[in-house]
């Protein structure tokens, strides 16, 4: 994990906060390709653009970090999100505009700045919608793949010894097909042939849809027939 300052920051911050920086700088500068699509240009100041648009990109990402939207901690919902990048960016925006008036290299053209606000803010919202909406798939996915590890580890405990050879010969054939067809398909067989669960119950425990569930179970069902039907055949024989 990369460390920022002596402290460990996650690698996706750190993407996130690289992404909206690149969002705003980009944004003072974007007037400045208006007429490829036949607009008038839009320049960013009447001097260097580059010393207030890097002075603004400091300060929306140490406004974003005052609004506590870096917290690794919380999990904001749209309108809370949306409520506190507002004012993230609100406060960035108006300190660029006093600090233009006060000293001169850091002053942005009126129609820059307009068009940098109107485009850097709904951008940054898209980003950060799409990066809540990553962290919570990457979340779910994780919680399927140890829920689907704590079934499959039950499975080698539910055979114990049989009094009968043949049975005992069974259920060591049968823990070791089962050992060979795919965890999510040996989970969900787990689930409904020793668990008696529905379909729609294994769906919810390991988000999963119901057809995929029932999908899953049949290819685990028959790759285990055909598994174990020698063996079946050689002890009814018998």
């Known amino acids: 994990m990369p460390r920022v300052f002596g402290h460990y920051v996650p690698a996706r911050l750190l993407a996130l906060a690289a992404g909206e920086a690149a969002i705003v700088f980009g944004s003072v500068f974007l007037g400045l390709a208006l007429p490829l699509v036949g607009f008038h240009v839009i320049r960013p100041a009447w001097g260097d653009g580059f010393a207030p648009s890097i002075v603004l990109t400091a300060l929306v990402l140490s406004m974003a970090h005052i609004a506590a939207l870096y917290d690794t ?44 606000f109107v485009t850097a803010f709904p951008a940054s919202f898209l980003l950060r919608l ?21 079934w499959v580890e039950e499975v080698v405990s539910l055979f114990a010894e049989a009094s009968s050879p043949d049975e005992q010969t069974f259920r060591k054939a049968l823990a070791c097909a089962l050992s060979e067809i795919p965890a999510e398909q040996r989970a969900i067989v787990h689930l409904k042939l020793w668990e008696s669960l529905t379909f729609e119950q294994i ?17 685990g069902i028959d790759k285990l027939r055909q598994r174990l039907r020698p063996l079946y055949d050689e002890i009814n024989e018998t």
Do not use: W
């Open 203 to 219: 769906a919810e425990l390991l988000d999963l849809s119901p057809n995929t569930a029932a999908s899953r179970y049949r290819y």
């Open 130 to 150: 799409a990066h809540n909406l990553a962290l919570d798939l990457f979340r779910r996915r994780s919680t399927r793949e140890r829920n689907c590890q704590q």
């Open 73 to 116: 901690r919380q999990n904001y919902g749209r309108a809370e999100l949306l409520l506190r990048l507002t004012i993230a960016f609100g406060a960035a925006y108006l300190v660029i505009a006093m600090l233009g008036y006060l000293v001169l290299h850091l002053t942005l053209a009126r129609k820059a700045f307009l068009l940098s």
